[in-house]
């Protein structure tokens, strides 16, 4: 019996479907890792060749680093980070479900429009929450 076993019904296949929908419909977007929040990949799409568990782990990190600020700037429970750099950015976020904690991470180039990727990352979180 692997981990995946474990997972709600549909949920791989619900993480695989949005995450190629997302990878598809948004330009300079060139990944997308749904990984749980220790830092297992579940699904991924590519426009590149990537790692998705090298990708996994870092947004595993980040999220735990995000999760710690939040916590001490006492903002209450975090929900995001972006990470902006010279060629284009990352967003990490969080997928709270009851049952297996999750995080979406997207990898974007200088092309994609930073408000319609957290805005549909945050589209796809509450779909993967159902």
């Known amino acids: 019996m692997s981990a ?3 997972l709600p019904p549909g949920l791989l296949q619900s993480a695989n479907d949005l995450s190629a ?3 598809r ?3 300079g977007v060139n990944a997308v890792v749904v990984a ?3 830092g297992f990949a579940l699904a991924s799409a590519f426009n590149r060749d990537n790692d998705a568990g ?3 782990a870092m947004a595993s990190s980040i999220s735990a680093i995000g999760s710690v600020v939040a916590m001490e700037a006492g903002l209450g429970t975090y ?9 284009g950015f990352v967003v990490v976020h969080a997928v709270p479900r009851r049952d297996v904690q999750l995080v979406i991470n997207v990898i974007a180039d200088g092309n994609a429009i930073l408000a319609q990727v957290v805005h549909r ?3 796809v979180a509450r779909q993967l929450m159902v």
């Open 4 to 6: 995946n076993d474990l």
């Open 21 to 23: 929908q997302f990878l």
């Open 25 to 27: 419909d948004i330009n």
């Open 36 to 38: 749980t929040v220790d």
């Open 54 to 56: 090298r990708i996994a």
């Open 79 to 87: 929900r995001s980070v972006t990470i902006n750099t010279e060629s």
């Open 121 to 123: 990352v945050g589209t």
